[in-house]
T-cell receptor
Framework: GAVVSQHPSWVICKSGTSVKIECRSL??????MFWYRQFPKQSLMLMAT?????????EQGVEKDKFLINHASLTLSTLTVTSAHPEDSSFYIC????????????FGSGTRLTVV | QKEVEQDPGPLSVPEGAIVSLNCTYS??????FMWYRQYSRKGPELLMY????GNKEDGRFTAQVDKSSKYISLFIRDSQPSDSATYLC??????????????FGQGTRLTINP
């Protein structure tokens, strides 16, 4: 089945630094990837839709300059949290759509970011 | 009003019980329906997907869709402690129009007690 690899699974960084999270589709091509943020005991909040070779589409209220998304290939999308602050601490999850079927969306295992 | 409504629970049942999880939605454009299971600190795992009204069965899981009532359900038979997780319903518009974002319910926290 489709597998999405997300790294790192857990990261701690100092306030003011930047952190990059990678999302890879291992056995399929993903024209579109999605980035979510999840707070404890809450559902997933879509941050942006990442399309290979073009600019990401951000949801209302999400700062595009703070959450930089790059989707340079059909198997890799990255989310960079720039100048991180403690309020950016959260669980970030990516998902990918198999370009061949567009049926099921596969999720990565998530990245727990803690900014101190 | 949210596009997708799901009772957040928590829901606690004894092992072996039949569990019923439900979502309602307001947007008739939704055509494709999914149920995900999420364990603590993990990404969601796709359990079931369907795009037609009626029932779809997979092992102990049955997904039910009633488009006329805009109501979907997930039934878990012979529930096991390992089924303890958060269950999220999700839906989207036609899958034949390219990749489109999912709209999630709030998630129901389920605990199966041994």
């Amino acid at each position: 089945g489709a597998v999405v690899s997300q790294h790192p699974s857990w990261v701690i960084c100092k306030s003011g630094t930047s952190v990059k999270i990678e999302c890879r589709s291992l056995d399929f091509q993903a024209t579109t990837m999605f980035w979510y943020r999840q707070f404890p005991k809450q559902s997933l909040m879509l941050m942006a839709t990442s399309n290979e070779g073009s600019k990401a589409t951000y949801e209302q209220g999400v700062e595009k300059d703070k959450f930089l998304i790059n989707h340079a290939s059909l198997t890799l999308s990255t989310l960079t949290v720039t100048s991180a602050h403690p309020e950016d601490s959260s669980f970030y999850i990516c998902s990918a759509s198999d370009s061949a079927t567009n049926y099921g969306y596969t999720f990565g295992s998530g990245t727990r970011l803690t900014v101190v | 009003q949210k596009e997708v409504e799901q009772d957040p629970g928590p829901l606690s049942v004894p092992e072996g019980a039949i569990v019923s999880l439900n979502c309602t939605y307001s947007n008739s454009a939704f055509q494709y329906f999914m149920w995900y299971r999420q364990y603590s600190r993990k990404g969601p795992e796709l359990l079931m997907y369907t795009y037609s009204s009626g029932n779809k069965e997979d092992g102990r899981f049955t997904a039910q869709v009633d488009k006329s009532s805009k109501y979907i359900s997930l039934f878990i038979r012979d529930s096991q402690p390992s089924d303890s997780a958060t269950y999220l319903c999700a839906m989207r518009r036609s899958p034949f129009q390219g990749a489109q974002k999912l709209v999630f319910g709030q998630g129901t926290r389920l605990t199966i007690n041994p």
